[in-house]
């Protein structure tokens, strides 16, 4: 009877640890699809937004704040997801970059949104809207001569 009870209580811690061992696979199978999932939808988010043409202005900018909202209203939910998110946006960008030339015709508020994720596209945003500086520095330098006065 002791022989019986010790073999059912290996079986039974053996069986345990393969249950759990499999559910820690489970577990990490699903973080990794998760992070490629995010991956994936950011690099055809990055996709549309490079070939979008609005008909207006107020088109245009509607779109843009749909596309920021999801992306705060991510990274309010899920961190690690918006993380991937971001990263798979920063490699499309990154890709498109290498041959965005003069006949990619995109709007400033791409190069604006663009800007935020690679930083070469802020060259593109500054040429179109190159920043004035409203003041002049020189460095003016007087030299005044040492005196002392003393009293004895």
């Known amino acids: 009877m002791k022989l019986f009870k010790i073999v059912v209580s290996i079986v039974a811690v053996s069986l345990v640890s393969v249950g759990y061992a499999q559910e820690t696979k489970i577990a990490s199978e699903t973080k990794v699809d998760k992070q490629s ?89 500054n040429q179109r809207y190159p920043r004035r500086s409203s003041s002049v520095s020189a460095g003016v330098r007087v030299a005044t001569p040492n005196v002392r006065v003393g009293l004895f």
């Open 37 to 125: 999932y995010y991956q994936n939808r950011a690099y055809e988010d990055a996709k549309y937004e490079q070939q979008f043409v609005a008909e207006t202005k107020a088109e245009e900018e509607a779109f843009w704040k749909e596309q920021q909202a999801y992306e705060k209203d991510l990274k309010r939910q899920d961190k690690k997801a918006h993380k991937a998110y971001v990263k798979g946006k920063k490699d499309a960008y990154k890709s498109h970059y290498s041959h965005c030339d003069s006949h990619c015709h995109h709007s400033a508020s791409y190069y604006g949104h663009a800007s935020f994720y690679y930083y070469g596209y802020h060259e593109h945003y």
